[in-house]
């Protein structure tokens, strides 16, 4: 009975989205992010998908080709450094880019639902949030929310040679790639079946570049 309910409930969300064109791949959706950075790097973005037509083609339906778990800070828009448009992204978006249950809800939302076969989880440099957790100060109400959560990375990043901040921002990445990458029931799943993948990315301030981090990143650094 419940599943029903659920299926049910999950086709007619689906209505809608049937104009719009297949479902983008892991791997295309990864070059698609990868190309739009590089445009955007160069001064030569072309704000696809900005136009009055593309509102009213998704005004019906979304399927966009990747879901995007980012840091709050107003200096990382995802799509303008990827240079993408209406209906492309789908995005959580919170300080440290923390995840807690809504994150998760969202995330498998954004693929069970929607489509989306990419999660990108970018982190960026000079990170306020990681920052605050790498010196444990203290810190009022619900911040302290994301500072616990951010805390196994900042003490990780203190045993490695190097800039702590940034160490511990590309940790913070990986570790939040690691837990969606065994988010149950949901992600596992597509995960198991090939359809869907977790990878990092930190984005620089400075020059505006996204670095994927390699699948193995928190293996190297464990040495
Ligand atoms: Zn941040």
């Not at 037509?53 to 005004?59: L, T």
């Not at 810190?139 to 302290?144: A, D, Q, T």
């Not at 990375?153 to 969606?180: R, S, T, Y």
């Amino acid at each position: 009975m419940k599943k029903s309910i659920y299926f049910l409930a999950l086709s007619s969300i689906f209505i809608g989205t049937q104009n719009l064109k297949a479902q983008v791949s892991a791997d295309s959706a990864i070059i698609k992010l990868k190309e739009g950075n590089e445009r955007f790097i160069k001064g030569k973005t072309i704000h696809p998908n900005q136009d009055f037509k593309r509102i009213k083609e998704v005004a019906a339906g979304q399927k966009p080709f990747a879901i995007i778990v980012g840091c709050s800070d107003s200096r990382v828009p995802s799509e303008i450094i990827f240079d993408q448009g209406i209906g492309d992204l789908f995005i959580v978006r919170t300080a440290g880019q923390v995840s807690t249950y809504a994150s998760y809800g969202s995330i498998e939302f954004g693929n069970a639902v929607l489509g989306a076969k990419l999660i990108v989880v970018i982190g960026h440099t000079s990170c306020g949030a990681v920052s605050a957790a790498c010196k444990i100060p203290d810190v009022p109400g619900h911040i302290v929310t994301l500072i616990n959560a951010i805390k196994p990375a900042a003490e990780l990043a203190k045993k490695m040679p190097g800039d702590l901040v940034e160490n511990a921002v590309k940790i913070n990445v990986a570790m939040e790639v690691k837990q969606l990458q065994s988010l149950e029931p949901v992600i596992t799943k597509a995960i198991k079946n090939g359809s869907v993948k977790v990878v990092g990315a930190v984005y620089n301030l400075n020059t505006g570049q996204v670095e994927f981090l390699p699948d193995n990143y928190m293996e190297t650094i464990q040495k």
